[in-house]
């Protein structure tokens, strides 16, 4: 049992978990799943091996061709219920990938009826989420049989005329040896026939005397070394006496032994010649001088790709690409060249050899291209998203260690950048992970566009990235480069006929200052991050000390926030709308209060934004809408009631349902309830999101769009959905007479819903002048404080009995 490691793979150290650098409320994945989910065919010949102390301990997962190499397709294998030619592999091999941090070879061989079968495998050091454990992730070479058998053949001597295999006691000492496999000189030897000497046992065919016992002094030999030469005398059944030469060479449970009278050289090679002419492996032998080939076998010209006098016109060097890597014992690792051009990768075996007293190098290889190419797709995957080919965060802790170690050294101070893109989520959970995906791979190349070779830019998870900027910077040049990331990834994206737009939020950390250690760093750029996401998205934010005391109050905000709703700590405020025209109260709009019961009335600014993160508004959403439908039923005449969606509801598909069951509830009329949306719900034109306003229409509720003209493309909207109500946006309302800009803004979206029969309200209505200018332009509805402020549920009757039914402030 052999196990070593690659130079020329270079895995990851042990991987360190990051749960508590991860930003609130993300959902990453196990890393386990995103890697297997990733191999596609080569999963069938992979398993995950878990640890405990850095030993193997389980399967816990196994492709359907490993699960039959180990004779066991139960869903959590215990090592120990395994054999011992099966566990011990996996455990050393397990245990050495562990320690080096870096892929591991081995071989593992099994005798089942007398037939040796060797296989290679390939283990992989991967870190797993949510636990301290370390698993391995192995890879079974299902072809690697003729590498070994060829191994046993040059390892022991020029010619494999005995295969044999142990016999062991219940101790494990050897005790006898089964010929598994001999040639026509070895049954010459004994005096038998081949076919009656295969499948015995040593020790039945030769004799046993107390002075000769050659099953004994093999055993001997093999316990002290994997390699032996002797001679020794061997009476035959015929009286006839041989004096033979004994080359043994062993590789755990498998013997290869040669046989040689020693005056029988040319028999030697007469089956020598038999061997070499029909192995199915590339064989050659060469001149050890020159290089030149001397014989080849059809094997070999199959593999180059010459015919026979081509290839033998050619030396070795000819057919020989780049210097020799050693691998282990007598075999080496090369490239070879075919005659098409193309290189492949071998296995190579050479041994001296005298042929009809010239001295000749056996050579054979064993091609191994694919399973170094599959070994290298493993190591890749370890340390690489499988989407957008960024490195993951493996990687990424990788080259954080090493900045740190240059940090140390005193090569200056460098930079962490953690990202997430702003409205990916809703993109994502509208238009599909198609789109999604698409939108990620797009992201991460702008990204990539944005810095040097030598600065790593990877994919930690979901929407969120980091950048390790591996060069010293100014905190200047660091704050611009955040500049020009926003502006990148702020350009429209075209996918798949959607025009996407997004934003990013972006947390700064210096090294050093802001941390002494991986961990520290990563986590106060994340809370940097989380402060950039809090301020409204799109900008970033530098770490500060004290944002760590600023997002504990703002994690506290968030459970106070999940306890709300059951204590009864919302309330509804209304703000009137009214008819133009008639100067009359003609509805009035659900305002969200909460009243804490220790901070007091907490700013809708301050916990809105927080419940549409964290998914509460959808529970939230729904009492709105239930407690307005209820309040507004007691109300006289034909008044309305609008209500808000946000576009985190639309996700919700029971939307539909609760609205219903809202009215029904509250025996309110259809069309006096007023649904207001904003741009997100209809991001794109998302057909689903289409379809649930249409069959909100269809129950009679009228539907309006809130904040009209803020948006990229407000006017294709009115083109997706007949809205009934468009509301003017306060930006500007509050300038409406003094900007000329904002004032021909109002004329155009109040010309343009005249034109197409919609209503419009203007929002924000403060003074009298505003007034005027809105009425003189059109504008059918309005809302501000220059008529009232938002009132409680218990001074509607009051404000309608006051003024009559009529706004007389405003007239």
């Known amino acids: 049992m052999l196990v070593r490691t690659s130079p020329a793979l270079r895995p990851a150290p042990l991987a360190q978990l990051w749960f508590d650098s ?29 640890t405990d102390e850095g030993r193997a301990r389980s399967v816990i997962w196994a492709g359907p061709d490993f699960a039959a190499w180990l004779h066991d397709e139960r869903p959590e294998l215990q090592l120990v219920d395994l054999s011992d030619e099966t566990r011990e592999p ?37 870190a797993r989420e949510r636990t301290d454990d370390r698993v391995v992730l192995l890879h079974l070479d299902l072809d690697a049989q003729r590498t070994e058998l060829a191994r046993a053949l040059f390892g022991a001597t020029e010619l494999g005329m005995l295969a044999l295999t142990n016999l062991r006691d219940s101790v494990g000492a050897v005790v006898d040896f089964k010929i598994v496999a001999l040639n026509d000189g070895a049954a010459r030897m004994f005096g038998l026939p081949a076919a009656a000497l295969q499948w015995r046992r040593l020790g039945e065919v030769i004799p046993q005397r107390p002075s000769l016992d050659p099953v004994r002094r093999l055993a001997e030999a093999m316990s002290v070394s994997d390699r032996a030469t002797y001679e020794m005398s061997y009476p035959r059944s015929d009286g006839t006496v041989l004096h033979l030469k004994v080359e043994a060479g062993s590789m755990g449970d498998l013997v290869a032994l040669t046989v040689t009278d020693v005056g029988d050289i040319k028999q030697r090679e007469a089956s020598f010649r038999l061997l070499f002419d029909h192995n199915p492996m590339p064989m050659w032998l060469t001149d050890p001088e020159s290089g030149t080939f001397a014989a080849v076998n059809e094997a070999a010209l199959d593999h180059f790709g010459h015919d026979r006098p081509s290839l033998l016109s050619l030396c070795l060097a000819d057919v020989s690409v780049g210097e020799a890597g050693s691998v282990h014992g007598d075999a080496t690792l090369r490239q070879q060249r075919r005659a098409d051009g193309s290189l492949i990768e071998v296995t190579l075996f050479e041994r001296p050899m005298v042929i009809e007293g010239r001295a000749l190098q056996l050579g054979a290889a064993v091609d191994v291209t694919e399973s170094r190419r599959n070994a290298a797709r493993i190591a890749h995957m370890a340390h690489h998203d499988a989407l957008t080919g960024l490195p993951n965060r493996i990687r990424f802790s990788e080259r954080l260690t090493e900045a740190f170690d240059r940090h140390r050294r005193g090569h200056g101070s460098f930079f962490l950048l953690c990202l997430d893109l702003d409205k990916f989520k809703i993109i994502n959970d509208t238009l599909g992970h198609p789109v999604g995906d698409a939108l990620l791979c797009e992201a991460a190349t702008r990204l990539g566009g944005c810095f040097r070779e030598e600065d790593c830019v990877a994919r930690l998870g979901g929407d969120e990235f980091a950048v390790l900027v591996a060069r010293p910077a100014r905190p200047e040049l660091i704050r611009a480069l955040a500049d020009r990331i926003i502006g990148e990834i702020g350009r429209c994206f075209s996918i798949s006929g959607h025009d996407c737009h997004i934003g990013t939020s972006i947390g700064i950390a210096c090294m050093g200052q802001d941390g002494e250690n991986p ?40 459970n106070d926030l999940r306890e709300a709703l059951a204590r009864g700590e919302f309330t509804l405020a209304y703000q009137p709308q009214i008819d133009a025209a008639a100067n009359r109260i003609c509805g009035f709009e659900a305002l969200l209060r909460w009243n804490h019961p220790i901070d ?37 005449g034909r008044l309305r009631i609008a209500v808000n969606l946000s576009p985190i509801q639309f996700r919700n598909r029971d939307l539909v349902g609760s609205v219903q069951s809202a009215l029904r509830n509250s025996g309110l009329p259809p069309e006096r309830l007023e649904l207001e949306i904003t741009e997100g719900v209809l991001l794109a034109d998302n057909e689903a999101n289409l379809a649930t306003l249409h069959e909100l229409r269809a ?74 200018h809105l009425r003189a332009e059109g504008c059918n509805e309005m809302q501000g404080f220059l008529f009232s402020r938002p009132i409680g549920a218990s001074q509607v009757l009051d404000l309608l009995s006051r003024n009559g039914q009529e706004a007389e402030a405003a007239a």
């Open 699 to 772: 129950l009679g509720v009228r539907i309006a769009m809130d904040d009209f003209g803020t948006g990229y493309s407000s006017l294709s909207y009115l083109r997706a959905f007949p809205f009934d109500k468009i509301k003017i946006d306060r930006s500007f309302v509050s300038q409406v007479g003094e900007s000329l800009h904002c004032t021909a803004i109002v004329r155009a979206v109040t010309g343009l819903a005249a034109s197409l029969g919609i209503v419009t309200t203007a929002e924000g209505v403060e003074t009298a002048a505003q007034l005027a």
């Open 90 to 126: 996996i455990e050393n091999l397990v245990q050495t990938s562990l320690g080096t941090g870096e892929p591991a070879f081995a071989q593992s061989h099994r005798i089942a009826d007398g037939i040796v079968m060797t296989h290679r495998l390939t283990g992989v050091p991967l």
């Open 22 to 50: 991860r930003r609130p409320g993300g959902d990453l994945p196990t890393y386990e799943g995103v890697v297997l989910g990733r191999l596609g065919r080569l999963a069938d010949c992979c398993a995950l091996i878990s």
């Open 600 to 636: 007091g009335p907490v700013p809708p600014t301050d916990f809105i934004p927080l419940a549409e993160e964290t998914g509460l508004i959808n529970p939230i959403g729904a009492w709105v809408l239930r407690q307005a439908c209820v309040e507004a039923a007691g109300w006289p």
């Open 519 to 558: 961990e520290t760093l990563l986590r106060n750029a994340d809370l940097a991050l989380y402060r950039a996401k809090s301020m409204g998205g799109n900008t970033f934010s530098c770490f500060k000390p004290e944002m760590d005391a600023w997002v504990q109050a703002r994690r506290k905000r968030e």
